[in-house]
């Protein structure tokens, strides 16, 4: 049975939005459809389970690859740590929200009626989906240029934003409590600028003492950025 006029002008309003034209347009519609859809859906009907499943694996394929070729210097834990980060359910969510992509998916009625593509997990499990249905239309090589061309500027600021990856406020408590030091406090110093583009500037305390101060565009990047000079301070003394 073919799709409706409805679906495909749905699909349509979504190839317009990516840039790319389906070959099977059946794929993308499953893509599209949420288990809770099969329910209440006429026999013979699919979910997207089994695309995600697919997706999952080709983007750690992808996202892996990515790492490998553009940073060479790297040691295999960081390529790792910096894998997990970028193949989850809080930066998928993200790169689904960028296009919208639940408010294409065919749900049955309670789910949508709890508020189904709004939950996190649904947004994640949608773009694998998607990611999913594009490399059995496109191929392996279409996917992996299509995530860089899209997805590059947010993958971009994930990898870069050290304290994703470094925690620095852990490894300066770890350092004192491995020497019986006091426990560690942080203290806004200062805020400035304009409210949309605010610098906060925070102090890490050790008793009475300030350790380092650091700056950052909020408070929990300002912390971490004390922390960090504190720690380097430490280690290089």
């Not at 894998?83 to 789910?111: H, I, M």
């Not at 694998?128 to 971009?156: N, P, Q, R, S, T």
């Amino acid at each position: 049975m073919g799709l409706s006029n409805i679906r495909l002008a749905q699909i349509k309003e979504f190839e317009d939005r990516i840039g790319y034209t389906f070959n099977d347009k059946k794929l993308i519609d499953v893509a599209f459809t949420h288990s809770s859809f099969i329910n209440e859906a006429k026999k013979g009907a699919k979910s997207n389970e089994r695309l995600e499943f697919l997706g999952d694996s080709v983007l750690d394929m992808v996202v892996s690859e990515i790492l490998f070729k553009n940073y060479n210097n790297k040691p295999e834990g960081w390529l790792t740590k910096t894998r997990s980060r970028l193949v989850c359910t809080d930066s998928f969510s993200k790169a689904s929200e960028k296009y919208d992509l639940t408010s294409f998916l065919n749900f049955g009625k309670g789910e949508k009626k709890q508020g189904g593509k709004l939950k996190k997990h649904v947004k994640a499990d949608t773009f694998e989906a998607v990611c999913a249905a594009i490399y059995l239309d496109a191929g392996y090589e279409f996917l992996y240029d299509f995530l860089v061309e899209h997805f590059k500027v947010e993958a971009l600021e994930i990898i870069e934003d050290d304290s994703l990856f470094n925690d620095y406020k852990t490894r300066l408590q770890e350092y004192y409590n491995s020497h019986g030091k006091k426990i560690l406090k942080y203290t806004l110093i200062k805020e400035e600028g304009p409210e949309h583009d605010k610098l906060f500037t925070m102090a890490v305390i050790e008793g009475k003492r300030t350790l380092a101060t650091g700056m950052g565009k909020n408070k929990k990047k300002a912390e971490q950025d004390a922390a960090k000079n504190a720690y380097e301070m430490i280690k290089n003394g």
